[in-house]
């Protein structure tokens, strides 16, 4: 939940990716019917290392995809959240960021039904949770 906070908090802040898609980010997944460009962010997985004592180090997956109506949109996007993304550190809404930086990128895909073209990036976010007040 920490990872998703940051996530939200970074991309919906950033002007670059609001430029692009305005209001459609989302957690998860987009409502159906929703049109590009849009972005979406989810857990892929959060790997907790064994602590005695407050906080516990949390290493989590996210994956980010990027999706618009044209190639180089969706490109400009990934790029565009890559920017708000890469190397940010500190308290990000509440959440102690130890490191976020890519994993990996997916290849960029096109649906010829929907006329999207698309790209699943995946982010590595080390943070805390847990944290005595």
Partial sequence: MNAERVL???LRADQAVAAIVGPRIFGG???EQTQSPLLVYRVSSADRQPQISPPQVVQSQMEVICA???FDQMIALAQAAKDALINKVGLIDS???LALDVASEGPEEYDPVGLEHSQLW???VIHTEGEAE
């Fill in 29 to 31: 997944s987009a409502p």
């Fill in 68 to 70: 618009g109506k044209t």
């Fill in 122 to 124: 995946t982010y590595t």
């Fill in 95 to 97: 959440v102690t960021v």
């Fill in 8 to 10: 939200a908090s970074l």
